[in-house]
């Protein structure tokens, strides 16, 4: 089993898309463990996207992602890490395919909905900067 990191950008939370996005993750079998509307801070933004830092993109992103609410989420799950981004779709929107989140609602790569952590190292990463251990709940079905 493993934990990732799932963030509904500005975009998404702005369309009412929070709702639809949980309910696909939730419909796949995943297990919702921890979850935030909240606005983030320039410094989390810089470290969640460190790996852009120099490109030409990267203020564009960092003053978006900080521009309002983002909804962000951790998830539990056989091969979630890998499987949620499956479920994500491609990161530029062109070549998104249908069927996959931003295939079926992202039309720029700029405002591409949601971000999931693409191995095990980054969400751990990008789980302990948005994330306090007590705000995370591991519970079994047992109703
Ligand atoms: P995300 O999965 O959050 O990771 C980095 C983000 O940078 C990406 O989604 C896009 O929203 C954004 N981005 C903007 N331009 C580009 C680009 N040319 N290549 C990759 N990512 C880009």
């Known amino acids: ?18 709702g639809e996005i949980v309910k696909r993750f939730e ?3 995943f297990q919702l463990i921890g979850s935030k509307l909240t606005v983030i801070t320039r410094e989390q933004a810089e470290i969640h996207y460190a790996e852009h830092k120099g490109k030409d993109f990267f203020e ?9 609410p983002v909804f962000a989420m951790v998830w539990h799950g056989d091969q979630v890490i890998t499987l949620s981004r499956t479920m994500i779709g491609k990161t530029n929107s062109l070549e998104a395919a249908p069927g996959t989140i931003r295939g079926d609602y992202a039309v720029h790569t700029n405002l591409n909905l949601i971000h999931g952590s693409d191995s095990p190292e980054s969400a751990e990463r990008e789980i302990n900067n948005f994330f306090q251990p007590s705000e995370i709940h591991m519970y079994t079905k047992n109703i």
Do not use: A, Y
């Open 1 to 18: 089993m493993e934990k990732t990191f799932l963030m509904v950008k500005p975009d998404g939370v702005q369309r009412g898309l929070v």
């Open 27 to 29: 419909q796949k079998g």
């Open 60 to 68: 564009r992103l960092v003053n978006f992602i900080t521009s309002g």
